[in-house]
């Protein structure tokens, strides 16, 4: 069984600091995706990243990493020089290369940033 | 607007009407999938549809439940006697096929929100 799990619910930072969102996964597959997306308050699901199961080559995007190890199934995300338009559902998600290539989501992390 | 594009934005029942929803994909993508998403939960897998097809059905669509996707190109979600553990945020997302670089990226639409009272 595939399964996301998201353990925090909600995190405040305060404009500027650095935040790390943490996920972890459990699946037997050996060939899957990992994505994270954003959800602000208008409701839309917005694509942030997807890394494949055989690549485990963290990624800088701006102010945004993604740190993926394979070795304890997680892949947090992190924020650096956190801006108030950050502020957001974040959610980590999972899908196998078989079936019908739904996503597994984690019940997300809600971000405040304070300015 | 080329993005995935969900109708009606929000709905308001009465418990034990029927409601339906509408999703048109991006057009040239034959893959569609309908999500659920409870308040403070992540969106759950529905069911999904190959062209017109419907491949795969999650045990979350009971009964009164039903999708379809007549001409492989828009889809429908009715839900009949809707009860109020109904209320939730509906998405749909399309994609191409896999293909053989094996992945294609999925487009969400902004859901439509249905509040049953």
């Known amino acids: 069984a595939q399964k996301v799990t998201q353990a925090q619910t909600e995190i405040s930072v305060v404009e500027k600091e650095d935040v790390t969102l943490d996920c972890v996964y459990e699946?037997?597959?050996?060939?899957?995706?990992l994505f994270w997306y954003k959800q602000p308050p208008s409701g839309e699901l917005v694509f942030l990243i997807r890394?494949?199961?055989?690549?485990?080559q963290n990624e800088i995007s701006g102010r945004y990493s993604w740190n993926f190890q394979k070795s304890t199934s997680s892949f947090n995300f992190t924020i650096t020089a956190s801006q108030v338009v950050d502020s957001a559902v974040y959610f980590c998600?999972?899908?196998?290369?078989?079936?019908?290539?739904?996503?597994?989501f984690g019940t997300g992390t809600r971000l405040t940033v304070i300015p | 607007d080329t993005g995935v594009s969900q109708n009606p934005r929000h709905k308001i029942t009465k418990r034990g009407q029927n409601v339906t929803f509408r999703c048109d994909p991006i057009?040239?993508?034959?893959?569609l999938y309908w999500y659920r998403q409870t308040l403070g939960q992540g969106p759950e897998f529905l069911t999904y549809?190959?062209?017109?097809?419907?491949?795969?059905k999650s045990r979350l669509l009971s009964d009164r439940f039903s999708a379809e996707r007549p001409k492989g190109s828009f889809s429908t979600l009715e839900i009949q006697r809707t009860e109020q553990g109904d209320s939730a945020m509906y998405l749909c997302?399309?994609?191409?096929?896999?293909?053989?670089?094996?992945?294609?990226?999925?487009?969400f639409g902004q859901g439509t929100r249905l509040t049953v009272v």
């Open positions: 057009s040239e993508h034959n893959r």
């Open positions: 549809f190959q062209n017109e097809a419907q491949l795969e």
């Open positions: 997302a399309s994609s191409l096929d896999e293909g053989i670089q094996g992945y294609a990226e999925a487009f």
């Open positions: 890394r494949n199961s055989f690549d485990e």
């Open positions: 998600a999972l899908r196998m290369q078989t079936g019908a290539n739904n996503l597994f």
């Open positions: 699946t037997r597959d050996t060939t899957y995706y």
